[in-house]
Antibody, heavy 115, light 112 residues
Framework: QVQLKESGPGLVQPSQTLSLTCTVS????????VHWVRQPPGKGLEWMGG???????AYNSALKSRLSISRDTSKSQVFLKMNSLQTEDTAIYFC?????????WGQGVMVTVSS | DVVMTQTPVSLPVSLGGQASISCRSS???????????LHWYLQKPGQSPQLLIY???NRFSGVPDRFSGSGSGTDFTLKISRVEPEDLGDYYC?????????FGSGTKLEIK
């Protein structure tokens, strides 16, 4: 049974770095792609980036300069790090797993950027 | 980046009626491998998005056949027949042919 759970701080100060973890179970990170998607309150979905089964990564053009996605396959964890946070980065952050015909989402974690 | 133009923004429908949502891309979504990576999601209030249709017209596991997807190239449509209360929410298209992946801006399906 595939499960994903996001974890991280609920509150981050402006200009600081956000660190989130997606812990997965029920599959191997080397066989599936894991993506991060965020949703500001009351707004639509934004694809942030992903890490593929072979370890390669791709990022949203608008976030590329301050975003990094990595993983620890031994711990079944995928990490998101984004620096220079601003209030507009306040959002629910989801991790999503995709395969050729599979698609699973975590419940999301709310991150508020505020002093 | 590929821009996904999704219409309408809001779609009032009667229960038992039919709904149609359009998604148009700024460039062809046909991948060099011949596949078209256009998918449809439903996000119910307070929930994570759930996949309905993948690669244009394939229903995801457990999705009722009231949902159907069609289209090609740059023009895609999601149709919902016999709308039920559990169909209400926000619908999004997603293209994963080109990097970076991009979502449509969403369509809110509401009861008329």
């Amino acid at each position: 049974q595939v499960q994903l759970k996001e974890s991280g701080p609920g509150l981050v100060q402006p200009s600081q770095t956000l660190s989130l973890t997606c812990t997965v179970s029920g599959f191997s990170l080397t066989s599936y792609d894991v993506h991060w998607v965020r949703q500001p309150p009351g707004k639509g979905l934004e694809w942030m980036g992903g890490i593929w089964g072979d370890g390669s990564t791709a990022y949203n053009s608008a976030l590329k300069s301050r975003l990094s996605i990595s993983r620890d396959t031994s711990k079944s964890q995928v990490f998101l790090k984004m620096n220079s946070l601003q209030t507009e980065d306040t959002a629910i952050y989801f991790c999503r797993v995709s395969g050729s015909s599979d698609d699973y989402w975590g419940q999301g974690v709310m991150v508020t950027v505020s002093s | 980046d590929v821009v996904m133009t999704q219409t309408p923004v809001s779609l009032p429908v009667s229960l038992g009626g039919q709904a149609s949502i359009s998604c148009r891309s700024s460039q062809s979504l046909v991948h060099s491998n011949g596949n078209t990576y256009l998918h449809w999601y439903l996000q119910k209030p307070g929930q994570s998005p759930q996949l309905l249709i993948y690669r244009v017209s394939n229903r995801f596991s457990g999705v009722p056949d009231r949902f159907s997807g069609s289209g090609s190239g740059t023009d895609f449509t999601l149709k919902i027949s016999r709308v039920e209360p559990e169909d209400l929410g926000d619908y999004y298209c997603l293209q994963s042919t080109h990097f970076p992946f991009t979502f449509g801006s969403g369509t809110k399906l509401e009861i008329k």
